[in-house]
Each structure stands twice: as structure tokens, then as C-alpha cells.
């Protein structure tokens, strides 16, 4: 099990954790997928997840393409996981660093992949710092755009099907980045030792 780090609840019941670990061995309904448009895997965060939960998310990816288009910022993909812990991986397209108008399309990737996930009935999701690996977006931005989003998500839901978001993050700098940004927010929640 991931060490949680620190976590905070909102009014409406949705409780947000930040988790140290990988999300590929997240227990939850869903993971979310920093994925390409054309949901080819071929690296980072994406590569991981098809590795861990073989080619059915890969024929699942391809179906979808086939049949719905390309993926954007705003119309993420979902298939099974596979043979990972998480039931479902929503796949979200989050920009890269340098394409342009980057803060307000991973704010709409982010709120998308609640939506479905919402929409869907999913209880609990893990989340990636989405578009701060092989897609270049600082991660400091990245942290304030990310906790803004989930926040804006939980206040317009006064009883959501989506409980609990943990966003897991493998790697120590982008753990402590997300970290002071949460706590600068949430000053009085848990922290672990």
C-alpha cells in the first residue's frame, strides 16, 4: 500500500488524498491516463499502465480510436484495466508544454476525467500529475492548476458518486511540489510523519 501524505475533506463529503506511489498499483474504481490523442502508449505514465495491465488495454485503446476519433482535452477515453488493481483507466489528454494555451487545457483534461468519472458512478479515482513527465508542463504550475480544478469539482457537487481522488505521484520532487501547493490550500490537513 502507498503512503498517504496528506489528505483534506470537502463539504460536500468527497475526501482528496496525496499519495506517494504508483498509480499503475492504485486500489481504486479507475485511474486516469496521461495519454496521447491517439492513445498509442508509447511512453511515461502510459507505457507503465499498458505494461501492468496487458493488451487488452492496448486492443481496448485502438477500438476506441477506431470508433470515436482521436481523444482531446476535453473528451477522454475509458476502457478496462486490465490486469491492474483499478477496474476501468480513463484516458485524458493533457497538453504539452509549449502547444499553446496549456493552463486552461489541462484544467479541462483534469475536469473532464472527474466528469466521466462522476458520470460514470465511479467512488474513487486515482489521478497523475498529469502532463508533468514526458509532456514538459512545470510542475509547480502544473500543482496550482491541478488542486484548483479538484477543489472547483467538489464545490459544484453537493453529493458526488466520486468519494474519494487520490492523486498519486511516484516520483519525490513532483511529490514535494504538489505537497507545499496542497498545504498552502489546506493548512490544517493531515500530514503524515
Given amino acids: 500500500m502507498s503512503p498517504t501524505i496528506a489528505h483534506t475533506h470537502f463539504a460536500s463529503g468527497l475526501k482528496l488524498t496525496l499519495v506517494h506511489g504508483d498509480l499503475t498499483q492504485a486500489r481504486v474504481t479507475a485511474i486516469v491516463n496521461a495519454a496521447g490523442e491517439r492513445l498509442a502508449h ?4 502510459a507505457a507503465a499502465i499498458v505494461k501492468g495491465g496487458g493488451p ?17 482535452h476535453d473528451k477522454p477515453a475509458l476502457t478496462g484495466a486490465g490486469d491492474l488493481p483499478a477496474e476501468w483507466v480513463i484516458h485524458a489528454v493533457g497538453p504539452r508544454w509549449g502547444e499553446g494555451d496549456e493552463h486552461p487545457k489541462l484544467a479541462t483534461a483534469v475536469r473532464s476525467a472527474l466528469a466521466m468519472a462522476e458520470q460514470r458512478g465511479f467512488t474513487s479515482l486515482g489521478l497523475p500529475p498529469i502532463s508533468t513527465g514526458i509532456f514538459g508542463f512545470p510542475v509547480d504550475q502544473a500543482a496550482e492548476i491541478v488542486l484548483d480544478t479538484i477543489a472547483a469539482f467538489a464545490a459544484e457537487r453537493p453529493d458526488p458518486a466520486l468519494r474519494d481522488i487520490q492523486l498519486t505521484i511516484i516520483d519525490q520532487a513532483t511529490l514535494d511540489t504538489f505537497l507545499a501547493a496542497f498545504e498552502a490550500r489546506w493548512p490544517r490537513t493531515f500530514k503524515s510523519a
Fill in 42 to 45: 508509447g511512453g511515461g505514465l
Fill in 56 to 72: 487488452a488495454i492496448r486492443r481496448q485503446s485502438d477500438e476506441w480510436v477506431a470508433e470515436h476519433g482521436p481523444i482531446s
